[in-house]
T-cell receptor, first 110, second 115 residues
Framework: GQSLEQPSEVTAVEGAIVQINCTYQ??????LSWYQQHDGGAPTFLSY????GLEETGRFSSFLSRSDSYGYLLLQELQMKDSASYFC???????????FGPGTRLSVLP | DAGVIQSPRHEVTEMGQEVTLRCKPI?????LFWYRQTMMRGLELLIY????????DSGMPEDRFSAKMPNASFSTLKIQPSEPRDSAVYFC?????????????FGDGTRLSIL
């Protein structure tokens, strides 16, 4: 089976940098994805890592270490609109499903 | 491009009633997923389809839940009879292809309240 762990909450101020960690245990591994969900909204795709290293997309970057079963999402130059929940997800080894982590609620303060 | 379309956006009904949730995936997407989200259990997969065929329904809570995909542009999730513990946000998502780098596109969800 699969299990993913994330911190439940993170708080930071505007303009700061924040890192949201994700550790996973899976029977197989096909990459780590990150999704953002605003209150009352739908999850939206942010990034995907299949190989070790850092992937950068604007203010957001995502990192993966397969040997450590660990990844993180890095948000730079935080803005108020970044206040949301962030989910890591891994693909089920035996199917096409993405198993989602419990989510990290990010609060950005002025 | 139109995204994944779900209806209704909100549903309030009394326990024991039948509830039908609807989803129109993005055109050309061959995978369709139904999720349920609650505070206690997070985002859980209920069932997914590939080319209209149910592939994995192991997440369906019990026999009260059923899902169909009669064609590539429409799917339903039905709960009969509904119970208060079914109250949740139900999301439909679709994806093109098998690649893990292909993102899932979520609809806006149906907020279901069973009284």
């Amino acid at each position: 089976g699969q299990s993913l762990e994330q911190p439940s909450e993170v708080t930071a101020v505007e303009g700061a940098i924040v890192q949201i960690n994700c550790t996973y245990q899976t029977s197989g591994f096909y990459g780590l994805s990150w999704y953002q969900q605003h209150d009352g909204g739908a999850p939206t795709f942010l990034s995907y890592n299949a190989l070790d290293g850092l992937e950068e997309t604007g203010r957001f970057s995502s990192f993966l270490s397969r040997s450590d079963s660990y990844g993180y999402l890095l948000l730079q130059e935080l803005q108020m609109k970044d206040s949301a929940s962030y989910f890591c997800a891994v693909r089920d080894n035996y199917g096409q499903n993405f198993v989602f982590g419990p989510g990290t609620r990010l609060s950005v303060l002025p | 491009d139109a995204g994944v379309i779900q209806s209704p956006r909100h549903e309030v009904t009394e326990m024991g009633q039948e509830v039908t949730l609807r989803c129109k995936p993005i055109s050309g997407h061959d995978y369709l997923f139904w999720y349920r989200q609650t505070m206690m259990r997070g985002l859980e997969l209920l069932i997914y389809f590939n080319n209209n065929v149910p592939i994995d329904d192991s997440g369906m809570p019990e026999d009260r839940f059923s899902a169909k995909m009669p064609n590539a542009s429409f799917s339903t999730l039905k709960i009969q009879p509904s119970e208060p513990r079914d109250s949740a946000v139900y999301f439909c998502a679709s994806r093109r292809g098998q690649g893990s780098n292909q993102p899932q596109h979520f609809g806006d969800g149906t907020r279901l309240s069973i009284l």
